[in-house]
Each structure stands twice: as structure tokens, then as C-alpha cells.
């Protein structure tokens, strides 16, 4: 567990790190998914760049009626914001809910999306959310939507030397409700499946709804089936039952040791019912 | 003489906290990793990546030449030290020679090849990569069954049918027993290989003193009197030129009760170089080659009668033993025979077992060791009797329960249970979970289609290991007792708690019995060169074989101190009462201080006394303790996800006297944790090809704090009348009351679905697949 | 673990088989494969990078074809091995026209058994299965755009 040799660098401003990473540097953020797999030599980079050093990266705040995260905003102070918990409590829950006290205290939003790991949790809220990233180069600056964003397991749009370097979502009014459920790998904890879901209701029809999985495939999706058998509907029970059914649906699962694709797939059902129903309870 | 002794405080029986958690809780304990030593070198050790293949080649001129290397050594420049032994002696035992290093072949994924030495970690560690090994990949055998099968890959050649032993034990006449049975029951039963996961893993510095010809080597064990007689061997070095340290271990749960390849080879690294080198191993090196427990498949049957009466128990074993044979590796199934009757009395067993080398890591003790497997078998094979005959599972455990006046009772495998009285911990256990409620409202939920279980496992354990000719190497214990010339107290044990709390519960002890107070002793373990010979703790040992060598060091050490008390005071009936010795009569004291310059300063004698103020007792047990108990379980099961939820977790315990009920409660804690990372979540998972695919903690799910439910510890006293304490030992008893009564609250819950037996762990998906078949 | 799939590519399959056991195409379709060059009939030495987002390993290793079918099925052997662990494949790809015969196009479906081992195999349990779709997909689609 004795990682390559590497350099450091602990940046102070933005330019400086794009600097570095145009020739060839790695960012680290949190390290929690980094500095594991350096241990074990499956990866070496030979510069590690410092994101967290840098203060204009860390920071959770409103603006233009939509809220922007930092890239560097810990885990836990998303899981903890008051300004998040009040306008966008999915992204709180979801925080929450990912692995355990440490890794929350030293993840971050922007390594966590940036990893794209095929199982973390944010994806599944990002999605529900249609969040937007802003991603930096050295010359360069881009906004790409989740939708685009997640290309496959652990594969994104980012460019060699570019980051990630904020996280926008929208702010839902009052006739939102959002729900992230999430069944645990125990050794992990990351998820099986995690399924996160935010509607909007008008006179008790959802006239809305947006459906974020992740761990069933290869990335983060939006289950667009599900959402559109919602919309519409003053949905029954039997209503969340089969549009829960649909957030599997073709989906080419994942199997491993700890689920197989079909139980995956069925788990995805569970909790996105779940999910619905929750996020409905919770509209005021 | 009269003489009495009176004291005011006492500390045995209080939940006093343990003395050496402010260390542990500081990050101020010294761990091997801790140590640092000027000119110390490094090693790291490359490992083979294949579970079955000959070594062609081993090319380290690329190694060797790396920055910072001093030296590479392989198999062909350790053939002169001796192989890793096997403690126990069995007719036909086939026990292949365990070199530290592989020489011509591999036989399992984690077996060292090479050591690379250098003046920091992380170039012997660069270094290791560029080690060549030119393999021969062969086929493996992972899986004890298939091992057993013909045609199956031989894991050691000379040894194609892949049988490493055969032990057999009949008690009674089992013939008749099933010949006379009204019904059998048999099943096949899984006891799961697990990884033991201590926090702090294996660790070694070896410092060869050339000039002196003395070796110390720190390592973290249990057993540090044995590793230093057994390394000194492999070696060839005397005895006493080896002294060996275990500074604080970070936990061992039977996993450092061995002496490992790397103890040896370390020293002969310090020898060869003539410089102190640590190793330390990783968490990935931990998984694979560090002993891994458990491992069975058990195939069980027991007659009875329609009334429920066990009247015999079969049990075929197949012990997946790994490659080779680690210290106690044969024997840990034997614990698991002699286990077989649990709390039953029944005359009549028939334990057969079949021990099988498989291409993976040494199997041998893991907390409780046979103990919890042979436990989980007989508890899941009465709830299976109970479920056929249509009888309660507490009703059936109470009808045939060994009762109370039968001890001591000579069980058909040959031990005789100390002392017992099974009724009254499950009776207790039962009110404090509201037995009868509870199965009105199982039966309400069923009707509503929901799955509620109520598990019940009443276990008993062998404890207090043991009786010398029952053990390998010697099953005493012992203890000095020195009161310093400033009549502090300084206690040495062979024992070798680590993180057990001995060092609170000896101080206990001891602080009763010379009525000093607990800050006025120190007790020191896990130094050869401090500590006079002793075994170690495992096997729930320290208190009840170490704690008695203690009580009668204090008993020695009281007389000589009362003599002196009788010389200073010119009295022939005084008392021992806190801190001094008073004379009876005219109530003048000597304070320990005083007493102990005296026999110190020894201007004068008490007749026939030597001077100094010390005692050593090696304490033989006549037996082994017999502690028992009863948990249960109450679990409501999601039928939609398959996930367990446990509701209520009784544990009625009952280890005899209680020296400290905190530490009984940690250790009841740990070892119910323990219990359900087996129940639920833990497994060592071996592919057709011999990788161990759960080999790190992101697979393999060890029990975290947030996973646990409350444990609800209560206690039933029934001392044992082996020791003076009355103690039995509390050390693996929540592990072995565990797995059993979880699974048999699951098996409870989905009963209505025709669900006789599930293996562990009971994941999710293994509950869904059961509850979707109906659906 | 088994792997199983397929893939539709835009040609005939006279034109896939041929492709496929084209080492220059299959050089350029392989994900990270640096180098691949004959040492036999039908034998191929491989060099390979694998990157997937932190992880980054080195390999060399074989490609074997066996049991030639033209153009309807063969076998492909694989082997590799590099400081993070050791990889085999054995699988059977078969060929054929889709059912509504659509001209010029190929149902490629693929069954074999892959093995991995070392460090991947012992830390990768939740990410194998999804990688080695993953490649699978990269290498039909590049193979896609290089048919025409
Ligand atoms: C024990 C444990 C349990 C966990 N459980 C969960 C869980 O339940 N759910 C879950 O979702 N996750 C879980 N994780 C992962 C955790 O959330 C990680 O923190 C996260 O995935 C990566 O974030 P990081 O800040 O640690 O990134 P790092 O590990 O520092 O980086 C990860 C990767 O992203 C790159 N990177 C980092 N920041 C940026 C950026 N701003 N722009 C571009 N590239 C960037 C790095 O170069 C690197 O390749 C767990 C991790 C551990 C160790």
C-alpha cells in the first residue's frame, strides 16, 4: 500500500493549477478515490495538483436564482449547508447518505463527478436535477449539462487539463419534492442502486418529474420513461408501481458479488417506487 | 495464628473503566509501526499472484540494483532456516514442508517469493516491481468439496486425493441411537471462511545485536513465549540470545496466535544485513496471507424422538485447511467435534472429520475457533428438529438441556462441564424479550403476509484453554507478583492481553487481595526478556488460567508479607488491610512501604524468609471452563429488498463471576459484532482459479458501528468451580451465541415460505430470491 | 466471470470477419492498444495501456484465433499481464446476417470466459464487470467507424 513516487503541488489560485494540468498534471481533490488506487499502484500519476488548497473553489451560494457549489465543497458541508438543506434538500439527502463521517469529510462534489464512478451517489441527484457543470481549461471555459456530462463508467466529457470547476442546480419552488433512496453496498457503501427523484405537483398532478439512477449501469441516467408515465397523473399506487418499473427497463445492469443484474434491476423498481412516493409526501 | 483480611474499597465487581484506554484513545500506545531504530532498513515482500504454479525463474538483478536496495533474497538464500511449523502432533497428519520463502512453487495467492530490503519503504517497494518471476501457471482447487472430488487439481503433488487429515470420535453407540430414532434430521451447513481484520495488522522489526549475539524481534502477537521458543529454532539460535516484544497489539482474534513466515524471516533479513529491519504488512497483504478462519461444511444429522429428545448427532466435517498447515491449523476442527453435543444431553455423537488442503490461506483460530462453527450446527439443527416435529425451538432446547444437578457432566466427547445451568439465562432471556407477545405478533404479521423471526441460540464454549495435555505447547499460566521496595506493585503475566483489559482486571485482582489502590500497580506483559515464561491469550484464557496464576502469586506474596508484618510489629496475629498490615491486638500498623524497605533493606529476617518481596506461580488448570448462555433475536425482513433488519438483540451471558461488568460488556459487544459480520455480511470468496476476490475492504464487508444494533446484555452468575475466582472467560462468547441465533431468527421469519436453512452470510439478494419465488 | 453480448456492425459479414482478424484495424479499435505485432499464424504480440479515469496499467500480452469459420464464427484467445494483475479471455464470436436480412449488415455475438487476476481481481469486484463492458462497447464502436 506504498504509493509510486509523485509530486505535490498545492496551488493558490485557479490559473496556476490549469497551468500545471495543461502539461500533464492530475488533480486531486478529496483523494478518496484517488489516493486508494495509488496505494494499491493501479494508478501513478506523476503530479498531483491540489485543488483544495486553492479558496475560490470552496464555496456553496446563490445567485442568478440558481445555487452554485465549488468544486471542493466537502460532503459534508453540502450534507450540512442551511442554504442547500432549504433549496435543495435532494442534493443534503443525498450528501448524506454517501459512504461514512471521514470519507464525507474529505470528499468532494467535484472529485465525486469528475470520477464518475458508476456507483457514487451524486450522479443519481445531478441528473434529477439537470444540473449544470462548468468545466475550466487553461484557455478555456464550458458549461455541459449532467445529461451530456456522464459518458460512461468512469468516463466523462472532461478534456485532459480541464476541471471540473462548479456544480449549478436550480432552485424547485414549494410544489417540489425531492427523495434520494439508496440500497447500500455494505463493504463499501457505495451504492447498489440509488435512485433520486424530484416532482413537481399543480393541483395534485405531477406536472413534472425527473428521475435520476445510478449503480444499475454503466453511469448515471435519467430514467426518461419513468418520468413521463408520472407527468400527468394524479398517480395511485399502482401509478408509482409501474412507472417505477420503467426505470429499468432495457437498461443493460450491472452484476458483481454483491447483486446481480436482475436483482439490481428489481432493487432499482424498489427504490425508485419508494422514491416517488416520498418525494410526493414531502411537497408542501 | 489468626490472621484475617479486611478490606474497605474493593474494586472486583465494578464497572471500573479500563487503564489502558487513555493510550489507546490518545494515539500515544507504541505499535511495531511505532518503532524506530537508528539505521533501520525495510523490506517489502513480493507476493505471488497466482494460486497454483511453479517458479521457473526468479530474475532480481534489476531489483538488486534499484536506488536505495541493500539486498533481494529469495527461497534459495533462506533454505537453511527452518520451515513454519505445525504445533499439533495427529497420526497421519501430512504436514508439507512450509519453507518461509516459495522455492520451487506457489500454492496460493499471497505465498511470499522474495524480500527486497532497502533504506526506506517506498524504494523497496518500487523495487519489488521490478522483480522478474518467470511462472508456470497450474491449475487450482479453491473449493474444499471440489478439492475432494477425483480429477481435482492436487495442491500439493505428493498428495493427489488433497487430504491433509482425518480425525474420528464416537461416543456412546450412535448405531442404536439412530436405529431407535423416531425421526432424522439432516442438513448440509456452511461455516464461511472469513478474514479475522485486525485494525492493526502483522508487523515485525527485527534487530540483530551481532556483538552481543542477541536478536529482539517486536512483533504483534498473542503469543510472544512461544514465538521467540519456536523462531529461535527456525533460526538456529539459542533460546536466550532471542528476546522477543509484542508492544501494544491492535488486535489478534486468534489471527496473531500463530508464529508466521515473517517473524522468521525478518530475523534472518537483521542477521544477513547486521541492521534492524521492519515489515509491515498491508491491509491487501493481510487478506491473503495472513490465517483465515472458519471454513467449513458441515454435514449434520441427529436422531430423536417424536417428544423431541435428541437422542444422537453425526457430523461430517470438511475442513478447508489451505495450503499448508499454520500452528493450530488441524486442530481447531477438534474443538468443533468436542463441541458437537452443545448444551444437549445426549450420550451418543459420531464426529468424523476430513481436513483438505486447497490452493488458498491457511485456516486455523479465529474467535472462538470450531467453537462458533460447532455452535451455529447444533443450534441450527435443533431449530430444524423443533420446525419438524412441530415443537417451539425453546420448548425443545429446555426439554433436553443438561440440568443443573448433573454437574459436573461428563459430555460423550470426553470433557466434563464444569458447572452449568442452561434453563435460567434462556428462561431470563425469554421474559426480557416479551417471548409470548412476541409470537402473538409474529403470528398477526403472517397473516398480513409479513415476515417477523424470532431466533433463538443457547450456546455453551469451552474456555479457560486448557489442561496441558490438552494444548500443543502447554495450557498453565503464569504470573509474578513483585511489591517494589517502595511497596508499589509491579504484576508480570505470561498472558498477553491485547485489548482485552487485563491490565484494568489483574490490577483488580491484585488490588483486592493486598488492599492497595489500582494506581499502586502496574501490569506488564508481552516482554521475554521482562516477563517470566507464560503462553498467551487466546481461547478465552488470560483471566481464568493467567488470573488464577495471579491469585496465587498474591497468596505466596501476602504470607511472606504477613511474616514480615508479624517480625516489624512483634505480633503473631495481624491482618492485611489497605496498604498495611495491622496487629490485631494493639491496632499498630506497618504500611506496605514500610514493610516492603524492610524485606528489602533486610537488616532483619522473619525465620526461614529470604529477603525481597516477589512470587511466580505457574497455575496447571485441572479442566477447562464451560460458559454458556442464551441470545435471541428479533428480525422484520423487507420482503421487497431482501434486507434483515434486526429489531432486538438479547444476550443473556453467563462466564461466572464478573471481575469487571464493563469489559464484559465490550467484549460481549466485539463479540456479537463479530457474530453478525458472519451472520450478514462477512465472506472470504475464492474464484474456480484460487484469486480471493473479496481482498479488500471495498468487498469485504467487515461490521461497522452504524451496522450495529442494540445489544441488550444481561448476565446469569454460575461460578466455576475450576478456579478460585470463580471466572470462566467472556472472550468469544458474543461470536459464538451470535451467528446461530440470527440465522435461526431469519429461517424463523421466512418458515412460512417452506425456508428450513440458509448459509451465511445472509445477504440481501440469498433473502430476495426466497421471498421472489413466492411472489 | 462470463461475458456475453453483441453488437451490430455496419458491414456484411464477409467484410466483418475480415475485419476482425485484421491486426492493423484491431490495433486501432483495441482500447490502449499500442502495439500489435505477428509472431505466428494467427498469433499476435499485444502492448496495451489501459486508462479509465485514476486507474492506468500496463500490459503485454497474446492474441491467439482458433477454429476458424469463415465468415460465420471463430475463437479468440487472450492474454495479458502487467504490474496490476493478469487477464485471460477465451470466447467464441459468431457471425451473422440479422434476422430481417438487412444488406450489409452483421450481428456480431460474442460468449466466452474471462479470468483476471493479481491486485485487479482482489480490488476490482465492482468495477470489473462494468469495465469489460465498457471495453467491449469502445472496441465495436471504434471498429464501426473503421469497417466502411
Ligand atoms: C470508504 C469509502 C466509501 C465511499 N462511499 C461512497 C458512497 O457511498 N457514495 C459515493 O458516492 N462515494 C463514495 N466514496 C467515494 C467518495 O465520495 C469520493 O470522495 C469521491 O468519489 C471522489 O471525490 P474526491 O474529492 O475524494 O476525489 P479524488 O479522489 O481526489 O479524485 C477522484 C478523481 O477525480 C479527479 N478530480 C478530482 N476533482 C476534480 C475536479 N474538480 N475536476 C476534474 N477532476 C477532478 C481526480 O484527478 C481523480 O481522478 C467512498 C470512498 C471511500 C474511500
Redesign the interface.
Given at each position: 500500500?506504498?504509493a509510486?513516487?509523485f509530486e505535490y503541488t498545492a496551488p493558490k489560485s485557479l490559473d496556476e493549477a490549469l497551468h500545471l494540468l495543461a502539461s500533464g498534471a492530475k488533480p486531486l481533490a478529496g483523494g478518496m478515490s484517488l489516493i486508494p488506487m495509488m496505494k494499491?499502484?493501479l494508478a501513478a500519476p506523476e503530479h498531483l495538483v491540489d485543488l483544495r488548497t486553492i479558496k475560490d473553489l470552496n464555496y456553496i451560494r446563490e445567485a442568478g436564482g440558481q445555487l452554485h457549489i465549488g468544486a471542493t465543497a466537502s460532503h459534508y458541508e453540502i450534507e450540512s449547508s442551511a442554504l442547500l438543506r432549504q433549496k435543495c434538500p435532494l442534493l443534503t439527502e443525498t450528501a448524506a447518505a454517501i459512504g461514512?463521517v471521514q470519507v464525507r469529510n474529505m470528499g468532494t462534489i467535484g472529485g465525486s463527478v469528475a470520477h464518475a464512478d458508476p456507483a457514487a451517489d451524486y450522479p443519481a441527484a445531478l441528473q434529477a436535477l439537470e444540473a449544470k457543470f462548468v468545466l475550466n481549461g487553461a484557455k478555456s471555459e464550458r458549461t455541459v449539462s449532467a445529461a451530456d456530462f456522464f459518458v460512461d463508467a468512469f468516463t466523462t466529457t472532461l478534456e485532459p487539463g480541464e476541471i471540473l470547476r462548479e456544480v449549478i442546480v436550480p432552485i424547485d419552488d414549494a410544489r417540489t419534492g425531492t427523495s434520494y433512496q439508496k440500497?447500500v453496498?455494505?463493504?463499501?457503501g457505495f451504492a447498489i442502486v440509488g435512485v433520486a427523484v424530484r416532482v413537481r405537483q399543480n393541483a395534485r398532478k405531477v406536472s413534472f418529474a425527473r428521475i435520476g439512477v445510478t449503480g444499475l449501469s454503466n453511469h448515471a441516467y435519467r430514467a426518461t420513461a419513468a418520468e413521463k408515465a408520472l407527468e400527468g397523473k394524479t398517480p395511485s399506487a399502482n401509478d408509482i408501481q409501474n412507472a417505477a418499473a420503467l426505470v429499468a427497463q432495457g437498461v443493460d445492469a450491472n452484476s458483481d458479488?454483491?447483486?446481480?443484474a436482475d436483482?439490481r434491476k428489481?432493487?432499482a423498481a424498489?427504490h425508485a417506487a419508494r422514491a416517488i412516493k416520498s418525494a410526493i409526501s414531502r411537497i408542501t | 495464628m489468626a490472621t484475617t483480611t479486611t478490606k474497605t474499597e474493593t474494586f472486583v465487581g465494578k464497572r471500573i473503566r479500563r487503564r489502558e484506554d487513555p493510550r489507546l484513545i490518545t494515539g500515544t500506545a507504541t505499535y511495531v509501526e511505532d518503532i524506530q531504530m537508528p539505521g533501520m532498513h525495510y523490506a517489502?515482500i513480493l507476493r505471488s499472484?497466482?494460486a497454483a504454479a511453479r517458479i521457473r525463474s526468479i530474475d532480481t538483478k534489476k531489483a538488486v540494483s534499484a536506488p536505495g536496495v541493500v539486498c533481494v533474497f529469495t527461497g534459495k538464500d533462506t533454505k537453511g532456516v527452518g520451515a513454519v511449523p505445525c504445533g499439533v502432533a495427529m497420526p497421519d497428519l501430512r504436514v508439507p514442508q512450509h519453507t518461509i520463502l516459495a522455492t520451487e512453487r506457489v500454492y496460493f495467492?499471497g505465498h511470499p517469493v522474495a524480500v527486497v530490503v532497502a533504506r526506506d519503504?517506498?524504494l523497496a517497494?518500487?523495487a519489488a516491481?521490478l522483480i522478474e518471476v518467470d511462472y508456470e501457471v497450474l491449475p487450482a482447487v479453491a473449493d474444499p468439496e471440489k478439492a475432494l472430488a477425483k480429477g481435482a487439481p492436487a495442491v500439493h503433488p505428493q498428495w493427489p486425493d488433497n487430504v491433509a487429515f482425518t480425525y474420528h470420535q464416537d461416543g456412546g453407540n450412535i448405531d442404536k441411537a439412530f436405529a431407535e430414532a423416531d425421526v432424522v434430521v439432516k442438513q448440509r451447513i456452511v461455516s464461511q471462511r472469513l478474514v479475522p481484520m485486525a485494525m492493526e495488522t502483522r508487523g515485525v522489526v527485527a534487530e540483530w545485536r551481532g556483538a552481543d549475539r542477541q536478536l529482539n524481534l517486536y512483533t504483534s502477537t498473542q503469543i510472544p513465549h512461544l514465538v521467540r521458543t519456536i523462531v529461535a529454532a527456525m533460526l538456529g539460535l539459542e533460546e536466550n540470545r532471542m528476546r522477543v516484544i509484542a508492544p501494544e497489539v491492535g488486535g489478534g482474534f486468534g489471527s496473531k496466535l500463530n508464529v508466521y513466515a515473517e517473524e522468521a524471516l525478518m530475523g534472518y533479513v537483521s542477521m544477513k544485513i547486521q541492521k534492524p529491519v521492519k515489515w509491515i504488512e498491508?491491509?491487501?497483504e493481510n487478506?491473503?496471507c495472513t490465517i483465515h478462519g472458519r471454513g467449513h461444511v458441515d454435514y449434520y444429522e441427529v436422531a430423536a424422538k417424536r417428544d423431541g429428545t435428541i437422542l444422537g448427532i453425526k457430523l461430517k466435517l470438511i475442513q478447508d485447511v489451505g495450503a499448508y498447515h499454520q500452528l493450530l491449523t488441524p486442530l481447531i476442527p477438534q474443538l468443533s467435534v468436542l463441541m458437537m453435543p452443545g448444551l444437549y444431553n445426549t450420550q451418543n455423537i459420531r464426529g468424523d472429520i476430513i481436513g483438505v488442503f486447497t490452493n488458498c490461506v491457511p485456516t486455523d483460530a479465529y474467535r472462538g475457533a470450531g467453537r462458533p462453527e460447532a455452535t451455529h450446527g447444533i443450534e441450527r439443527m435443533v431449530d430444524i428438529l423443533a420446525a419438524e416435529l412441530k415443537m417451539d425451538p425453546a420448548e425443545i432446547r429446555l426439554k433436553n438441556f443438561v440440568t443443573k444437578d448433573k454437574f459436573p457432566y461428563p459430555t460423550a466427547t470426553g470433557l466434563m462441564y464444569d458447572s452449568g445451568d442452561y434453563a435460567t439465562p434462556l428462561k431470563k432471556a425469554l421474559d426480557l424479550v416479551g417471548y409470548v407477545k412476541l409470537r402473538q405478533e409474529q403470528a398477526d404479521l403472517r397473516k398480513q403476509g409479513k415476515y417477523m423471526g424470532i431466533g433463538i441460540s443457547t450456546y455453551g464454549e469451552i474456555c479457560a484453554i486448557g489442561p496441558s495435555p490438552a494444548t500443543p505447547a502447554g495450557g498453565w499460566e503464569s504470573a509474578t507478583v513483585k511489591i517494589e521496595p517502595s511497596g508499589k506493585v509491579t504484576i508480570l503475566t505470561g498472558a498477553c492481553p491485547h485489548g482485552q483489559g487485563e491490565e484494568t482486571t489483574f490490577a483488580q485482582i491484585a488490588a483486592d487481595e493486598l488492599g492497595v489502590g489500582l494506581d499502586d500497580i502496574l501490569v506488564i506483559r508481552g516482554d521475554t526478556a521482562v516477563v517470566q515464561y507464560g503462553i498467551g491469550t487466546f481461547g478465552s484464557r488470560a483471566t481464568a488460567v493467567g488470573g488464577t496464576a495471579l491469585y496465587y502469586a498474591l497468596q505466596d506474596l501476602k504470607a511472606k508479607i504477613k511474616k514480615f508484618g508479624e517480625m516489624l510489629l512483634e505480633s503473631d496475629d495481624v491482618s492485611l488491610m489497605i496498604g498495611q498490615v495491622i496487629d490485631n491486638k494493639s491496632g499498630k500498623a506497618k504500611t506496605f512501604q514500610e514493610i516492603a524497605g524492610a524485606a528489602y533493606r533486610a537488616l532483619k529476617l522473619p525465620p526461614n524468609t529470604e529477603p525481597g518481596l516477589l512470587a511466580t506461580r505457574f497455575w496447571e488448570p485441572p479442566n477447562f471452563t464451560f460458559p454458556f448462555g442464551a441470545h435471541i433475536v428479533v428480525t422484520d425482513i423487507d420482503d421487497?429488498?431482501g434486507?434483515i433488519k434486526i429489531r432486538r438483540y438479547v444476550a443473556v451471558d453467563d462466564c461466572g463471576n464478573i471481575l469487571n461488568p464493563l469489559i464484559v460488556d465490550g467484549q460481549v459487544h466485539g463479540g456479537v459484532a463479530q457474530g453478525l459480520g458472519q451472520a450478514?455480511?462477512e465472506q472470504a470468496?475464492y474464484?474456480d482459479?484460487g484469486?480471493?476476490?473479496?481482498?479488500?475492504?471495498?468487498?469485504?464487508?467487515?461490521p461497522?458501528a452504524?451496522?450495529m444494533p442494540w445489544i441488550e446484555s444481561h448476565h446469569t452468575c454460575t461460578p466455576s468451580p475450576i478456579n478460585p475466582l470463580g471466572v470462566k472467560g467472556v472472550g468469544e462468547a458474543g461470536t459464538i451465541g451470535c451467528s446461530p441465533a440470527v440465522v435461526n431468527s431469519v429461517v424463523d421469519a421466512l418458515s412460512p415460505l417452506g425456508v428450513r436453512h440458509l448459509d451465511m452470510p445472509l445477504?440481501?439478494?440469498k433473502i430476495?430470491?426466497v421471498v421472489?419465488k413466492k411472489n | 466471470m462470463k461475458i456475453s453480448g453483441s453488437y451490430n456492425l455496419p458491414v456484411a459479414p464477409e467484410r466483418a470477419y475480415q475485419i476482425l482478424q485484421d491486426p492493423a484495424i484491431l490495433a486501432q479499435a483495441m482500447p490502449g492498444c499500442e502495439s500489435l505485432e505477428q509472431i505466428g499464424p494467427d498469433e499476435y504480440r499485444m502492448k496495451m495501456k489501459v486508462l479509465l479515469a485514476a486507474l492506468s496499467g500496463q500490459f503485454e500480452g497474446k492474441v491467439r484465433i482458433a477454429d476458424q469459420a469463415p465468415p460465420t464464427s471463430f475463437r479468440l484467445i487472450v492474454e495479458g499481464s502487467g504490474?496490476i494483475?493478469?487477464l485471460k479471455g477465451d470466447g467464441l464470436l459468431k457471425l451473422s446476417p440479422p434476422d430481417a436480412g438487412a444488406a450489409g449488415l452483421t450481428v456480431v455475438s460474442y460468449e466466452g470466459d474471462a479470468?483476471?487476476?493479481?491486485?485487479m481481481?482482489?480490488?476490482g469486484?465492482?468495477l470489473i464487470d462494468g469495465t469489460a463492458k465498457m471495453m467491449i462497447r469502445k472496441f465495436f464502436d471504434k471498429l464501426a467507424s473503421l469497417a466502411g
Open positions: 500500500m506504498i509510486q513516487k494499491l499502484r461514512d440500497m453496498q455494505p463493504a463499501s458479488l454483491h447483486a446481480s436483482y428489481h432493487l424498489v | 517489502v499472484p497466482h495467492v519503504r517506498y517497494r518500487d516491481d498491508s491491509r491487501r487478506f491473503t421487497e429488498t434486507q450478514l455480511w470468496v474464484d482459479n484469486q480471493l476476490v473479496t481482498g479488500e475492504l471495498t468487498d469485504y464487508a467487515v461497522r452504524q451496522m445477504t440481501p439478494e430476495w430470491k421472489a | 504490474r494483475g493478469f479470468q483476471v487476476g493479481g491486485t481481481a482482489a480490488v469486484q465492482r
